[in-house]
């Protein structure tokens, strides 16, 4: 999947949110889109880095202690 398949998927799942709120005020956007991608994105890559947080930061393009702080966040650790 390239960036802009990725960019297409949020995109339709923003499309479908708005969608389904119906005339309701939105609320929030950013931080339920990114909570919505990160966690599962540090699952994976701490699947594919074998749970080895400095590849996993290496990997992601980040800090190691900023990765245990999203860790700690998303309840990971």
Do not use: W
């Not at 994976?44 to 700690?72: D, F, H, W, Y």
């Amino acid at each position: 999947m390239s960036q802009q398949d990725l960019g297409q998927c949020v995109t339709s799942a923003l499309e479908q949110y708005f969608r389904d709120l119906d005339g309701e005020k939105p609320a929030a956007i950013y931080d339920m889109v990114l909570k919505s991608v990160e966690k599962p994105m540090f699952e994976l890559v701490l699947t594919k880095a074998r749970s080895n947080q400095t590849l996993a930061a290496e990997m992601l393009g980040i800090n190691r202690n900023t990765l245990r702080k999203k860790l700690t966040e998303h309840q990971l650790l």
